[in-house]
Nanobody, 125 residues
Framework: QLQAFGGGLVQAGDSLRLSCAAS????????VGWFRQAPGKERDFVAA????????SYADSVKGRFTISKDNAQNAVYLQMNSLAPEDTAVYYC????????????????????WGQGTLVTVSS
């Protein structure tokens, strides 16, 4: 089971860190991704990380502003979001699946079988 938390209401230019924690399993041999869904829009890829090697991938819209990282000891994945803008407003979801399943398909939400409940990020202008 995945839990995503850390969302909130911030102003444009602020920072926020989201956390994704797993209970009942470790992230070993998994990849973990963050997706977001704004009202009336599709769920979009934001960032992902391969737990084993630590390699990462980002959507062009967040490159240079967002950083995905992992903490082995905490079995958690974080999304550090800087320079937030109103267009970043969305419900953010973390998702995970095996590295084997997600190899070369990190950006495809339909490839992920395990999802957290989502956390709302609202950025005011």
């Amino acid at each position: 089971q995945l839990q995503a938390f850390g969302g909130g209401l911030v102003q444009a230019g602020d920072s926020l860190r989201l956390s994704c924690a797993a209970s009942g399993r470790t992230f070993s041999n998994y990849a973990v991704g963050w997706f977001r869904q704004a009202p009336g829009k599709e769920r979009d890829f934001v960032a992902a990380i391969y737990w084993g090697g630590g390699s990462t991938s980002y959507a062009d819209s967040v490159k240079g502003r967002f950083t995905i990282s992992k903490d082995n000891a905490q079995n958690a994945v974080y999304l550090q979001m800087n320079s937030l803008a109103p267009e970043d407003t969305a419900v953010y979801y973390c998702a995970a699946d095996t590295t084997a399943r997600l190899w070369a398909t990190l950006k495809r939400s339909y490839e992920y079988r395990y999802w957290g409940q989502g956390t709302l990020v609202t950025v005011s202008s």
